[in-house]
């Protein structure tokens, strides 16, 4: 987990603190989290620049970090069904943040991080397969794929409907196929 000074145990706890309140009516605001977490204020500071850089980090671990390892272990479609499992899990903490502009939810950072996840994926994919690319071809379909991932993400978060995430899988791994095809 990044932070301003490096993880640790302590980012590492005030991020899964943060994290299991996601499952509630609403998150902890930051008085909540340090007074739960035994800290002072300074303290979070010292690892955080505020709690939408604790949501980034966490999404950057959870969602970034976590599609990468899924898809590297089980492919695509598996690293999808994963972000969607997780957004459904604190889907009610996710739509507060949201709402809640200071609360942190910097769809283009998440963006940015994610398409360069993908751009990783399609290259590993392109080697896999040996097949050619030029860079720009890749960042182009990886460009596309992401911002169609992210979409349907913040549709499913406005209030989409439960089949999304295997609809999100089959289209996208359709996508990448075609690309390779």
């Known amino acids: 987990m990044e932070a301003c000074h ?9 991020a899964d603190t943060f994290l299991e309140s996601l499952t509630g009516e609403r998150p902890l605001s930051l008085q909540e989290l340090c007074r739960e977490c035994h800290i002072a204020r300074s303290t979070f500071y010292y690892y955080y620049q505020g709690l939408p850089g604790l949501v980034q980090a966490l999404f950057r671990r959870d969602l970034v970090d976590g599609f990468r390892d899924m898809a590297g272990a089980y492919g695509l479609q598996a690293a999808i069904l994963y972000d969607f499992s997780y957004l459904r899990q604190y889907r009610q903490g996710i739509r507060f943040l949201c709402r809640h502009a200071d609360g942190g939810i910097r769809w283009d950072t998440f963006r940015m991080e994610m398409e360069e996840t ?3 994926l399609l290259r590993e994919e392109a080697r896999n397969r040996h097949t050619l690319f030029r860079e720009d071809a ?3 379909y990886g460009t596309l794929l992401t911002g169609f991932l992210v979409d ?3 549709e499913y978060l406005a209030g989409g409907t439960d089949d999304l995430p295997e609809k999100t899988a089959e ?3 359709g996508l990448l196929n075609a690309v390779f095809a």
Do not use: P
């Open 171 to 173: 289209n996208l791994t």
């Open 6 to 14: 490096g993880g640790g145990e302590m980012a590492g706890l005030l």
């Open 118 to 120: 993908v751009l990783g």
């Open 152 to 154: 349907r993400y913040q």
């Open 138 to 140: 890749l960042r182009f």
